[in-house]
């Protein structure tokens, strides 16, 4: 197995042929379940005297409780326990890390944002009745200063939006990857034939999901059952274990079913866990489960990491060749500052020298966290930079990426170099992509100087392109198995994980079928089940190429087993020897292939693989002797579990430059009389590097778009300025789009097999989300001739800019 780890180069190992791998799948494994509303969510639990559990929240953006009296909630009709603060069964800390470990105050008496979580938790019969007793805690609070704009958080005589983390400012990723370097900056100006400058903003927008965040605790004795809305279901499993003096993981018991939206968000705060933290307390008080719940309103506080000001000063030659980029950025709330804002710009160029300083702060509103994709602000930053440079020289856009391609300040030649050595096809990745989605939306012909089209209703017309890579290549590590049925040689994959959508289950099962020689219709995954086995669920993208390493291995290890079996004694048992399947064959001489193990050398000498595994009866073959003539058949359990660790952006000895390339473009259509911006047409172009599902592919293609251009075009969570409350904590006034909000959506896969992952995968699921916010502001620059930077471009953002407001 060891001979398979090796993923710092190409895959040495793909399969010879496909029968599964790269098809349209006949099915979707989860497919009748969601699509008949037969599905099974976390929200759908119901248990035997459950109870229900809601949290007070803070009315303002930065309080402590003074003093608080729960006298009357304790006695309302229907109210079974109430959970304080200050109660002494509270450890000061616990690890609430739903994603990496965090020491947190489990129930806190300090509100840091309005609408937070604080001072008391109520366990009632119904939701409502926990609502209403809630209206019943009297709190005397402590009102404190706030702030809510990050430069304003910057500045040294800002009001402190968390002293008891932050007492002397609210500027805290001093040292923390904040500063990017390379090259000579100076020098990158002075050689620059033009210098330009611009500013550019990002709104706060929310992580908000179709299904409310919520989790169900039950004890069975001293054994935890949790349901989990997680996206991490095995770190929940390991975070519960630390809890109340340790918990030994095997007498945890974990569900984790289908999930209404798990992409980031959420489950990577510690609020997530502390839920889970309240109800195992009122759990154990009550001797009842107890599901809590947020509210809709008060899943929109946490969102995106994003938010803040950018200002970029870009330096290039008249032919587009960038010769310097200089950024300074102030963002808001990331509970990771670890992804900059210039990285990609270094990971996909040849610009030689760049600088970037990027200032997190802290303000009165809620986490902020990789939401819906990561990277947001790379992505930003690296659409606006290019396209500015394209309009300050009259380029076109495509041309300007093309010249600037490459990696790490060196140019094409260098990567190219990197692509040989390292055993990978040379090509041009980025070009393959160009030409595909040139010719998909017409950009010969369609794209125009700016300001420059008005089309026969009246709209002006606007093209845009840009261009990124795919971080398919965080660290991250899984094990999944796999084990064939007894009685009907059927494979089962066994792994929990998270349900995000994207039909990674039949992805797997298509991995798995290929590498088995098996029929798909014999494998099958439930991710819901808690075998042990702990499989990485998505995170920046990287769950194909850590987890199909992971299946890979398990099948081509179980594969070997298999023929192993076949051609020696199928068991050896006190009751005697069972005879090989193929006598006179070694395992090399066997293969499979549609679940049948056949001779190589001679097909018609074969036996299906239910055949091989034998019935197991009531207790597996009851006699070793003929009976009747007939000899009870028996093998050898059949099961292997692969792993893989992934270690590549984030561990610098493991740097691995990127080859693929994606490519976007998005037309629109701008009334100017009212604003409005209409996304008529949008083309993704993906070098997925294989692919494994296609349906899934172009399904997260689909899905990137629309959230993209709801991001770009409405998408911003609004607060008071005065008083610090979210005003649109809704899903009437927050306005997301949905896909009849954008136009016909091209959705093309380009397969260089130039991905670090198994048969030379990467992932697809966040560069288009990311990227396609920041496209719409070329896209309304061709159509007006006015850059609009200010995100999300708001048609009173619109009017204002036509000077009509």
């Known amino acids: 197995m060891e001979e398979m780890f090796d993923n710092l180069r190409a895959d040495k190992y793909p399969l010879k042929e496909y029968n599964y791998i790269g098809r349209r799948g006949p099915r979707r494994i989860d497919g009748f379940q969601k699509a008949s509303g037969n599905a099974v969510y976390t929200m759908d639990v119901q248990l035997p005297g459950m109870l229900h559990m809601r949290f007070l929240t803070s009315p303002y953006p930065h309080a402590a409780i003074k003093n608080m009296d729960t006298s009357k909630a304790e006695s309302f009709p229907g109210v079974r326990a109430i959970l304080r603060y200050d109660d002494p069964e509270l450890p000061p800390i616990a690890d609430l890390g739903g994603h990496v470990p965090s020491a947190e105050v489990v129930l806190p008496g300090i509100a840091h944002f309005q609408g937070e979580e604080v001072g008391a938790a109520v366990a009632a019969d119904t939701e409502a009745v926990a609502e209403e007793a809630l209206k019943l805690v009297e709190v005397e609070w402590e009102e404190r200063p706030f702030v809510l704009d990050p430069e304003e958080a910057l500045k040294p005589d800002a009001p402190l939006a968390h002293p008891e983390l932050l007492p002397n400012g609210n500027h805290y990723n001093a040292g923390l990857l904040d500063v990017l370097e390379l090259g000579d900056i100076s020098q990158g100006f002075a050689e620059a034939d033009k210098v330009i400058e611009f500013r550019s903003e990002r709104r706060l927008h929310t992580w908000i999901g179709p299904e409310r965040p919520c989790g169900v605790f039950r004890w069975n004795g001293d054994c935890p059952e949790v349901w989990v809305k997680q996206q991490r279901p095995h770190i929940a499993k390991r975070v519960i274990s630390s809890w109340f003096g340790g918990v030994p ?184 992509c160009v030409e595909k989605g040139k010719a998909a939306i017409g950009w010969y012909n369609r794209w125009h100087p700016p300001g420059k089209k008005r089309l026969p209703n009246g709209r002006m017309h606007g093209l845009a392109f840009t261009w990124d890579h795919e971080w398919d290549d965080s660290a991250g590590s899984s094990e999944m198995a796999i084990r064939i049925e007894r009685n009907d040689g059927t494979a089962t994959i066994l792994g929990m994980g998270s349900d995000v959508g994207v039909d990674a289950e039949n992805s797997y099962c298509q991995i798995a079928a290929d590498e088995l020689g098996m029929r798909l219709d014999d494998v099958y995954y439930n991710p819901q089940a808690d075998p042990g086995f702990f499989r990485m669920t998505p995170d920046s993208s990287t769950n194909m190429s850590v987890n199909g390493f992971a299946i890979r291995h398990a099948a081509r290890i179980l594969k070997r087993k298999i023929l192993e079996a076949a051609a020696s004694p199928r068991g050896k048992t006190q009751r005697g020897s069972f005879p090989p399947a193929f006598p006179d064959a070694g395992p090399e001489d066997l293969d499979i292939k549609d679940s049948v193990i056949y001779l190589k050398a001679d097909p018609s000498k074969k036996m299906t693989m239910a055949e091989f595994v034998g019935p197991s009866g009531v207790a597996g073959p009851l006699v070793s002797h003929e009976n009747l003539g007939v000899r009870s058949n028996f093998s050898v359990p059949l099961f292997a579990f692969g792993y893989h660790v992934q270690t590549g952006t984030y561990a610098p000895q493991h740097l691995r430059p990127r080859f693929c390339r994606q490519a976007h473009f998005m037309e629109v259509e701008v009334d100017t009389e009212t604003g409005l911006i209409e996304v008529t047409r949008v083309v993704n172009v993906n070098d997925v590097g294989k692919v494994i599902n296609r349906a899934s592919c172009e399904g997260q293609q689909y899905g990137g778009s629309y959230m993209g251009v709801g991001r770009g075009r409405s998408e911003e969570v609004v607060y008071d300025p005065v008083t610090g409350i979210m005003l649109n904590g809704n899903l009437l006034d927050y306005k997301m789009a949905t896909m009849l909000d954008v136009g016909p959506i091209d959705t093309l896969l380009v397969e260089t097999g130039m991905g670090y992952g198994p048969y030379g995968v990467i992932g697809i699921g966040e560069d288009i989300a990311t990227v396609m916010p920041a496209l719409l502001g070329p896209a309304v620059y061709n159509a007006l001739g006015i850059w609009i930077d200010d995100f999300p471009i708001t048609p009173d953002k619109v009017l204002k800019a036509l000077s009509k407001v």
């Open 249 to 432: 993981m095997n007498k945890i018991k974990m569900h984790c079913l289908y999930q209404g939206a798990s992409f980031g968000g959420w489950s990577q705060t510690p609020w997530n866990m502390a839920g889970h933290y309240c109800a195992a307390v009122l759990a154990k008080r009550t001797g009842r489960p107890v599901k809590w719940t947020f509210t809709r309103r008060e899943d929109f506080y946490g969102g995106e990491m994003d938010e803040g000001v950018y200002y970029y000063k870009v330096g290039a030659k008249n032919d587009g060749t960038i010769t310097a980029v200089q950024g300074r950025a102030v963002l808001a709330n990331q509970i990771w500052p670890v992804f900059h804002f210039l990285k990609h710009l270094v990971e996909n160029t040849r610009i030689p020298n760049i600088h970037g300083q990027l200032f997190v702060v802290k303000t009165n509103k809620g986490p902020t966290v990789p939401v819906r994709c990561e990277q947001n602000a790379n992505a930003h930053s690296l659409t606006l930079i290019f396209d500015h440079v394209a309009d300050a020289f009259g380029l076109d856009p495509i041309e300007v990426a093309l010249k600037n391609d490459g990696a790490d300040g060196h140019d094409m030649d260098w990567l190219n170099e990197r692509k040989a050595e390292r055993g990978f096809e040379v090509r041009d990745s980025l070009r393959e």
